[in-house]
């Protein structure tokens, strides 16, 4: 009974990990070529872009933080202000 159990958690973190993939790599890509076609996917593309949009804006503002933080950090180690 253990082993049939240990069986099931690890087959069943496999099939998730695999739906998870298959969301993030395959479904946007495929949903992108169907949008004119189907509203739905229209809708859960258009969720896909305004995520990935957002995502790339969150990631520049934590770059140019860090850029700033370390001009910062240079200035002041030269004994600027």
């Known amino acids: 009974m ?3 159990l240990a069986y099931q958690a690890i087959v069943s973190l496999g099939f998730a990990i695999g739906f998870s993939w298959l969301h993030e790599r395959i479904a ?3 949903l ?3 949008r ?3 509203p739905g996917a229209e809708r859960l593309y ?3 872009l305004r995520h990935a949009e957002a995502q790339w804006r969150a990631r520049e503002a934590r770059r140019r933080a860090r850029a700033e ?3 910062r950090s240079l200035l ?3 004994g600027e202000s």
């Open 36 to 38: 004119h076609r189907n």
């Open 32 to 34: 992108r070529r169907i």
């Open 76 to 78: 002041r180690s030269k």
């Open 28 to 30: 946007p890509g495929w």
């Open 46 to 48: 258009s969720f896909y």
């Open 69 to 71: 933080t370390g001009r």
């Open 2 to 4: 253990l082993g049939f």
